[in-house]
């Protein structure tokens, strides 16, 4: 795949970036921008905070606006072994800390899988949830199928690598998600061994039984594109029963990443749906 030309630097800035201590081993990097209700943003599986700065920016004209690098991921610290559970509570410490009580919560991918355990166990700290191409199984399965179904073509690279030779199966707007996914590996590359681990806890992570888990009327969005390879039974895409008051939405002309591929159709209906939970 050829590298897209153009502006595609990262202005992420080590002077924005704040630390804050979760353990003695954990310390999460984060960004903070805008003023007004809080929104966080949770970047996906082997992602960073890069990944949302223009979304951030935007945001920041009417919301404050909190974006950071899971544990694993980024400049936040690694560890050898983690699970998702761990993932929400660190979420649950930063808020803390940044003397947040509730926000609007948004996560693509895995933080679309963190951002729904989190609204599972602290539904009261959570004004609106959105996913974007979030299903934890579809995740694990779909991709490692797609490795399999385009194995001729990748033999031979690694797992970044064979990412880059896949992104016309995966997203639909290529230019605009290899600027994007440019801006992350700027910021911070990942290597195969942290990549390993972050997998491993989507793949063991056992989901809690429905009968503990309590119903939540948190206004929740779920957001797919119609080309997403990943994501299965876009047009039936089933939440739990104990999520109540659930908005759906297909991007059109977008794979695995409608707020990259498509970012004016997606910032248009992120605001409406902020404004009618406000």
């Known amino acids: 795949y050829e590298i897209a030309s153009g502006d595609w630097s990262s202005d992420v800035c080590s002077s924005d970036l704040n630390k804050v201590t979760i353990n003695p081993q954990i310390q999460l990097t984060y960004q903070i921008e805008g003023k007004g ?10 992602g960073n905070l890069a990944g949302f700065e ?29 699970d998702l559970n ?12 940044l003397n947040i009580h509730e ?15 989190f609204t599972d166990k602290y539904a009261y700290r959570v004004k609106s949830l959105t996913t974007i ?3 934890k199984d579809d995740l694990i399965h779909s991709f490692t199928q797609l490795l399999i179904q385009y194995q001729d073509d990748i033999a031979g690279f690694n797992k970044s690598e064979a990412y880059i030779l896949l992104f016309s199966k995966l997203f639909r707007n290529q230019e605009k998600t290899m600027k994007w996914y440019q801006k992350q590996r700027i910021y911070s590359i990942k290597s195969e061994d942290d990549s390993a681990v972050a997998i491993r806890s989507l793949i063991l992570h056992k989901d809690e039984p429905m009968y503990l888990k309590k ?16 994501i299965k039974d876009k047009n ?23 707020h990259i591929e498509e970012p004016e159709a997606f910032m248009n ?3 409406k749906f902020l404004k009618s939970v406000s």
């Open 37 to 46: 209700d809080p929104i966080i943003l949770l970047h996906g599986l082997d």
């Open 54 to 82: 223009d979304l951030q920016h935007q945001l920041a004209s009417s919301y404050k606006v909190l974006t950071y690098d899971l544990r694993g991921h980024g400049k936040s610290s690694k560890s050898e072994s983690y």
């Open 86 to 97: 761990d993932h929400v509570e660190d979420l649950k410490i930063l808020m803390e800390k």
């Open 103 to 117: 926000a609007h919560i948004l996560g693509h991918d895995l933080g679309g899988v963190v951002a729904k355990l």
């Open 133 to 135: 191409a979030s299903k």
């Open 215 to 230: 119903r939540t009327c948190v206004p929740t969005l779920l957001i797919n594109g119609e080309h997403d390879p990943l």
């Open 236 to 258: 039936h895409f089933k939440l739990e029963a104990h999520f109540l008051n659930v908005t759906k939405k297909i991007f059109e002309h977008s794979g695995h990443a409608p």
């Open 269 to 271: 209906y992120y605001l």
